[in-house]
């Protein structure tokens, strides 16, 4: 981290807890430093959990389609086309791998992988996929149920690890005593749910592969996040800014702390350099 106040060439931010107020809305206030930054010519970008196909919400509470780094960086999707633009997978030999070890330390544990087709919304592909009698973290009216072999079967963006009751610093603790080459964990709420990813894969990578055809490095970006799962590009970017409700992991990571995702905590700081 430079701690650089420099203006920034690219925005990235996470959405859910960041972006997003807690009524998964995006504020005028919001919207309106986002699209001064646009137009002054900065590059913004998301940065989140959310597979593609939970993308729309976003683009259409900003009014603009702006690229977007999902599942973690390991999607890079391009909303204004509806176009999947690079994917990074766990192969089914991980995948298979990641399941015994996930299964065996954290035992009831739940599996799920998230997949992607050619679009966000390619009806050919079921994307969410799930062990029978999956408890999910959140509502995904989208769950095609299959058995775990047929789980492990195919290539995935990321596996999903649910353990209902649970907190997902502890179960993290436990799993990463055991996984090492096959894949990388982090999480994005603390209720019992843990996502792995393709060894080396983080929202930094994505954003790296975003502002690197523009000729821009780590110290002309700016990055916005609340969890664990935003550190990588919290620590990596020229500036990282963690909300005023984030998780201590992202506190720590960050140059500097702003309010929280519904006091406009983004917003404040875009409107340091334009407004």
């Not at 954003?207 to 799962?229: I, K, R």
């Amino acid at each position: 981290m430079t701690g650089t106040e420099r203006t920034p060439g690219l925005i990235a931010t996470d959405v859910d807890g960041t972006l997003l107020d807690d009524d998964e809305k995006v504020t005028p206030r919001t919207r309106a430093a986002v699209r001064a930054a646009v137009e002054a010519g900065a590059t913004f970008v998301l940065a989140t959990g959310r597979p593609p196909r939970w993308i729309a919400p976003v683009v259409d509470g900003l009014g603009m389609a702006p690229m977007a780094v999902c599942a973690n960086g390991a999607v890079i999707y391009d909303p204004a086309t509806d176009r999947i633009v690079s994917t990074r997978t766990l192969s089914p030999e991980a995948l298979g791998e990641l399941a015994e070890i996930a299964t065996r330390v954290i035992p009831g544990a739940g599996l799920a992988v998230e997949r992607v087709g050619a679009s966000a919304h390619d009806a050919a592909t079921p994307q969410f996929v799930s062990s029978p009698g999956y408890e999910h973290a959140w509502l995904n009216p989208d769950n095609t149920e299959v058995s775990v072999e047929d789980l492990l079967s195919a290539p995935a963006v990321k596996l999903l690890i649910r353990m209902p009751g649970a907190r997902s610093a502890d179960m993290a603790v436990e799993l990463l005593k055991h996984v090492g080459l096959q894949g990388d964990i982090t999480y994005s709420t603390n209720n019992g749910l843990l996502e792995v990813l393709p060894l080396g894969i983080s929202k930094a990578t994505g954003v790296q592969e975003l502002a690197a055809p523009l000729g821009l490095t780590a110290a002309d970006v700016v990055t916005f996040g609340d969890m664990p799962n935003d550190v990588p590009m919290l620590s990596w970017a020229g500036r990282g800014v963690a909300m005023g409700n984030a998780h201590d992991e992202a506190l720590a990571a960050a140059d500097e702390v702003t309010v929280t995702n519904a006091e406009d905590g983004v917003a404040r700081v875009l409107e340091r350099w334009w407004s």
